[in-house]
């Protein structure tokens, strides 16, 4: 058995528990960049982390002009403030943009050079200035996470950055921050945690020698993987669509938070696979959401590997809240698949790649550039040649597949054809 776990040097998590921020900042260093984004700035909430930061720590320079999906505009923007402000501990406050952007910032910032000098898997040679991640959306994990995915504009996909080393020192998780959260972010970020899960729990299992945990990060499923995918699938199923259809539901709210933050540990090692990796050219040419692109093709690449994976959709589907006691894996995953439909369907995300604009004869170019996303790739439990991953991309481009729900889940849905 060789296995590993990764996450921060503490995570805290709870209602209220954005208190101890200023505290856990001014243990860090005395010299702070806070990352965060206009309209967060503009909340209550932030402004009074801010407000109590500035009073606790003898120097605080805000950045907020972090933009979606982190330009590498924004990166030499940010690492600019934190040279000239000689900052020595980043507090992240906001979604996965904002702290995807103080990661790499803290890179530049210990080891110099820029973006392009990490891309790839531990390129980063050693530990960042220490990173304080709240999150404000239940979604990427980026809090928990050793990767940073930041947009090139040289290049036809997103890049990342995947490190042991920038997995933030400190997490704290209070789901009192996403209770402004708008429904359209609450939908796309909370299906990017469900995909982080159950990617997660369907990865391809691989054997490792000692030194692979230190000079990989992802490292495809374990036991203890599977452990916390399952708990996050099974809050995320339960509560994504209250969430979005009621903000203020609280009890939803913690779920998102627990559930997104669990999907983080488990993703952590054992890696996302197909639907992230085929997102990433998609995104760069639609400009779309990441978490509306993952959720879109993420029934299709399940369906695509399905031989390897049935006995595990089904016990998804048991996860999801599914009556299937009498149902065979075969059943049961039919039943798990196309209750995933209709739970795209409730939050939102479009049903096929056309209907974001994709044009079909950039399906074979896209396969290809995704099928070099090794880091993610390899994790696909199915055939990951550029054919095969064409195929992927034809099924979500029209939409063909064709199910029947089994039983109606926990959560209240109805059986429908």
Known sequence: MLETVRGPRQLIVGEGVAQNIPRVVAECGSRVLIVTDQILLGQPGVAEIVAAV??????????????????????ALAVSVAAEMDADVILAIGGGTVIDLAKIVGVIRRHGGTPRDFYGESKVPGPTIPLVA?????????????VSVLTDPDRQLKVGVSSV?????????????????????????????????????????????????????????????????????????????????????????ADMSYGSMLAGLAFSHAGNAAPHALQYPIGAATH??????????????????????????????????????????????????????????????????????????????FAELASGVTRLIQNHPGPTDAASLTSILEAAWTGDRTRQILTPSRDGDRPFT
């Not at 402004?180 to 945690?193: E, K, L, N």
């Open 54 to 75: 500035r009073e606790k720590v003898e120097v605080v320079e805000v950045f907020s002009d972090a933009t979606p999906d982190v330009p590498l505009a924004d990166v």
């Open 134 to 146: 709240v999150p404000t959306t239940s979604g990427t994990g980026s809090e928990l996470t050793p």
């Open 165 to 253: 080393h920038i997995v933030p020192d400190f997490a704290i998780v209070d789901p009192e921050l996403t209770y402004t959260c708008p429904a359209t972010v609450t939908a796309h970020s909370g299906i990017d945690a469900f995909c982080h899960a159950v990617e997660s729990y369907t990865a391809r299992p691989r054997a490792h020698g000692p030194r692979d945990p230190v000079e990989q990060v992802f490292l495809g499923r374990n036991p203890i993987t599977d452990h916390y995918a399952l708990l996050a699938a099974e809050r995320i199923a339960r509560s994504l669509r209250r969430a979005v259809r009621d903000g203020g539901d609280t009890d939803a709210r």
């Open 288 to 365: 779309t959401p990441h978490g509306l692109g993952v959720g879109l093709l993420l029934p299709y690449a399940l369906n695509a590997a399905r031989d390897a994976i049935g006995d595990r959709l089904a016990i998804l589907a048991r996860v999801c809240g599914l009556d299937v006691t009498d149902a065979s894996d075969a059943e049961a995953a039919d039943a798990f698949l196309t209750w995933l439909d209709r739970l795209l369907a409730d939050i939102g995300i479009p049903p096929t790649l056309a209907d974001i604009g994709v044009a079909r004869a950039d399906l074979p170019r």
